[in-house]
Nanobody, 119 residues
Framework: QVQLVESGGGLVQPGGSLRLSCAVS????????MGWYRQAPGKQRELVAS???????NYVDSVKGRFTISRDNGENTVYLQMNSLKPEDTAVYYC?????????????WGQGTQVTVSS
């Protein structure tokens, strides 16, 4: 069973920074894309940022210039550095990995970590 363990969420003031981590273990096969999603109360889950296995990144417009996604392929870990946080960034953040195992392609989600931006 694939495990995704997230960490780094918390309460921060507007303008502050947080760094989220998502460590993947017990995975067979290889990881293609890794990404971070978020879901605020009453809203749909949205993609925040993604990174391919060759380092190509994609960001939602609202976080461009403030958030940076990166990954350590040797450690099967994906990070999200969040700077200049705004109250509208408040949400539960989930990591997701897309796996390839032979002919099988599937995706796995973390349990979510709360990020609250408030003064």
């Amino acid at each position: 069973q694939v495990q995704l363990v997230e960490s780094g969420g918390g309460l921060v003031q507007p303008g502050g920074s947080l760094r989220l981590s998502c460590a993947v273990s017990r995975i067979l096969g290889s990881i293609d894309a890794m990404g971070w999603y978020r879901q605020a109360p009453g809203k749909q889950r949205e993609l925040v940022a993604s990174i391919t296995n060759i380092g190509r990144t994609n960001y939602v417009d609202s976080v461009k210039g403030r958030f940076t996604i990166s990954r350590d392929n040797g450690e099967n870990t994906v990070y999200l550095q969040m700077n200049s946080l705004k109250p509208e960034d408040t949400a539960v953040y989930y990591c997701r990995v897309d796996r390839r195992w032979g002919l099988l392609k599937d995706m796995w989600w973390g349990q979510g970590t709360q990020v609250t931006v408030s003064s």
